[in-house]
């Protein structure tokens, strides 16, 4: 079993990645899952009293960062391919051949205290690999942010992300949380660092993040982008880091990503793209109760991008809240799951507050008025760990959800939606 990260203690002087010119990712043989994490992490108490006391001065902005590669006005959507991830165009033949794509989704991994939550999503997840079907076979995890916490750090990116996912046969793109672009107080590390070594690499290099591991670093073109596979366009947004709200535009950070949005969507209408589109970011538009509250600007700019194109998604995921919930919105005569998989393998929050009373679903949290479209919470976990495992076909996307503590045995779905493609409808 490989444990020892070999650059553990090295200087970043010393740090350089290694080209390989290939992806890799699994290890070749298993191995058992750790106890403990190699590096302690240290307490972040004193840094989360800084940035309360910040927070209450309204000092917190949201952070300026860097604009993917290849962007610019003449080219304003960064596109990633699951081709391009794994340096071959058999594994997306064989999908569309056989009609299916299944991939895994959450987000909300590292864990600051030791690698048991996460391990017990990751090896649930890792045993849908082994499926008798070929197209029941996941083809990538898409992580919907906050890799690591609780400030993106390089030193944990081994115990976090590289040795939870040691065994896992599969691309890794993920988005960007708030804590993978935080920086501490009195930390001058540039925000998103260790986030754009790790996921946003021109080539197939292994970090030394990766301690010896064998996984080769992502090659997103950046922290916005459109992922494409077969049946499938996912809109990857960066809302950026603040506790509350999300942010993907404003007078500080620029409007690069509204450029992006709208492009993107142009091109799904030009193209008549009728396969299944989805929104992804970190922060969620609507949450039940959680500590995180609602993100309304954000859905706002999104929206108008979607009204002005006449695209709208088939489905929107998020993370940052630590369980899970599903919204049903109501939008003229589309339905549009909203989904939070925050409970990847971070601390679980409840959605009630002691005392009160356990929410009963289906519940209605936004009623339809003049300027508002009816939001529906459908179902939702506050109690386990799990993941999404999403199956999307030429007709239908079906979201699924399962806990981890059920056990590698156990295939069904503890939740359920899906959505008609064609009639953008819920089933």
Known sequence: MTRKPKHAAAGRDEMKPVELGQPVFAQAQPTPDPTSFL??????????????????????????????????????????????????????????????????????????????????????????FGERNNADIPAFFFHLGDVIYNFGEAEYYYDQFYDPYRDYPAPIVALAGNHDGMVAPGVRTPTLQAFLENFCQSDFVVTPQAGGLSRTAQIQPGVFYTFEAPFVRIICLYSNTLEDPGVIADDGVGDAQLTYLRAALQRVKHEKFTGALIIAHHHPPYTAGSQHGWSIAMQAQIDAACQAAGVWPHAVLSGHAHNYQRFTRAHGEMEIPYIIAGNGGHAIAKLGRRGEPTLRTPMVIQKAGRDADQVTLESYDDTHYGYLRIVVTASMLRIEYHPADDGAGVKTPDDAVTVDLAARTIR
């Open 39 to 128: 590096i302690r992490h240290g307490s972040d108490k004193g840094a989360y009293r800084t940035i309360d006391e910040l927070n209450r001065e309204h000092r917190l902005k949201p952070m300026p960062f860097p604009n993917p590669r290849g962007f610019s006005d003449s080219r304003p959507e960064p596109v990633l391919t699951l081709d391009q991830v794994l340096a071959e165009t058999a594994t997306a033949r064989a999908i569309s051949a056989a009609g299916q794509l299944v991939f895994h989704c959450v987000g909300d991994t590292g864990n600051v205290r030791g690698p048991e939550a996460e391990e017990l999503v990751a090896d649930k997840m890792n045993s849908d």
